[in-house]
C-alpha cells in the first residue's frame, strides 16, 4: 500500500463504524445534519486562506483537462465553498457534519497518515457566545460518546494578535507558526533575533496564562473581553471542564475569534485529537461575509487512543434503588434517564433496599436512590459507587451530572 496509508480489516472497520455511528447520531442531537462534499476540489479553494502548512502537504494533480485539482486536506474549505454555492437562500444558521477522508503529504508515524478521516461540523451564519460555546460543547460531547479520555483547551487568536500587534504579519505568522508546533523557546528566540526583546517576557507569561485575569493582566482589557467571557460562563453552567491556553493558534489561516484544541492522553506527539474555532471565509469564496464556527475531530487518533485502553467506550450504569413506596417514581426517573441515553436498571427482583444497593455496588457505577424524603422533596440521591460520595439533586441535575460525568 501506499505510504501513510492502511488497510482495515473486518474487526476494525466495525468497531469505527461503531464509534462513527455514535458519533453521527449525537450531532443529530444538537441538530446538525450530515453532507458531503467531493474528494478533490480546484487548488486554488485551499490556497486561498488554508495558510502555507496545508499547502505544502498537498497533494496536488491536473486533470486531462487542464485543470489544477488538489485531493481535499479538510474540509472547512470545501463546505464553505459549498455553502456560497448552494446554501445561501437556507435559513441561518446552517448546521453542518462531515465524516470524511482528508489527504495530507505528511511524514507518516503512530497517528498521522497521509490519508485520515475527520468527523467534523460547521455551525454557519451565527455570531454568539452561545453559538461558539454550543459547538464547543458537541466537540466535547462527541469525544465523550466515544470514550475517549481528553483535555480541552480554549483560546483566542485575539490574545497573541494583540500582544504582536506591533510586528509586521509576516513576523507575527512566524511567531503564530511557532506555538502551533508548541515551540515557544523558538518564538523567544525569533522575537529576540529580530530585535523584539520587550516582547520576549510578556510571550512567555501569556503562554504561560490560564485565567483570563492573567491574559489581560498581560495584553490589557480587549474589545472581545466581553464575548469571551460569555462563553466561558456558558461552558462553566453546562459542568464543561476545559483550560485556558492563549498559546493555542492553530495550523490554518483562516481562524478570526474564539480557537479551541483537544488532547487525548497517552497518544504521544501525535495527541491533539479536535481542533477548531471561529472563522470567516464564505467571502472569499464569492458569498457575503458570514461568522462561522466549527471543529473536526481526528477520528483516526480516536481510534488509536481506545486501542491503547482497550476499546470499552465509557458509559455510565446507573441502578435505581427505591424503597418499596418509591417504586411507581423509580420506574419514572428510569424513563427520563434512559430518554437522555444513560444506561439505567431498575429493581425487578422485589429486592429490600440493603439488597438493592448490594447489587448496585456489583454492576453499576451510579446509584440513584429514591426513598419517601426524595419522593417529598422531589429530589433523588445520585451516588458515585466508585468514589462513595453523594449528593442530594433534582432530576434534571441528575442527569446533567450523568450526561458530562
Ligand atoms: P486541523 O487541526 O488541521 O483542523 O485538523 C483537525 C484534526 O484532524 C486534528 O486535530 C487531528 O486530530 C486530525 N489530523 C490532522 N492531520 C492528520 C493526519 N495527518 N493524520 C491523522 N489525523 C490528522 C482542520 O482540519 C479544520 N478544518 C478544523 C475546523 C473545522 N475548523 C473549523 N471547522
Known sequence: KPRGTRDMLPDEMERRREIEARMR??????????????????LELFTIRSGEGIINE??????????????????????LRMYVEEGRSLTKPVKWCYFADCFRYERPQKGRYRQFWQFGTELIGADSAMGDAEVII?????????????????GHLSFMRTLLADLSDSDAKKIRAFLDKREEAAAVTYLHDIGQDHLCDPLIRLCGARTLDDVF????EIPEAARI????????????????????????????????????????????ILGGGAYRLAHLFGGEDTPSVGFAIGFDRVMVALGETGWNPWQPQVMIIATSEARTDALRVARELRMH????????MDRSFSAQMKAAGRSADYAVIIGKEEVATGTVTLKDLKAGTQEKVTVPEAIQKLTCA
Open 217 to 220: 493582566a498581560v495584553i490589557g
Open 341 to 348: 441515553g444513560i444506561i439505567t436498571e431498575t429493581d425487578v
Open 138 to 154: 458537541l466537540g466535547y460531547d462527541l469525544l465523550k460518546t466515544a470514550g475517549v479520555t481528553f483535555v480541552l483547551r480554549i
Open 58 to 79: 498537498m497533494y496536488v494533480f491536473e486533470d486531462k483537462g487542464g485543470r489544477t485539482l488538489a485531493l481535499r486536506p479538510e474540509l472547512t474549505a470545501p463546505v
Open 229 to 272: 467571557q460569555e462563553t466561558f460562563a456558558i461552558l462553566d453552567a453546562a459542568g464543561i471542564p476545559y483550560e485556558i491556553n492563549p498559546a493555542i493558534a492553530r495550523g490554518l489561516d483562516y481562524y478570526t475569534g474564539i480557537v479551541f484544541e483537544c488532547f487525548a492522553e497517552g497518544l504521544g506527539a501525535e495527541n491533539q
Open 25 to 42: 447520531a449525537r450531532a443529530r442531537l444538537y441538530g446538525f445534519r450530515e453532507i458531503a462534499t467531493p474528494v478533490f476540489e480546484e
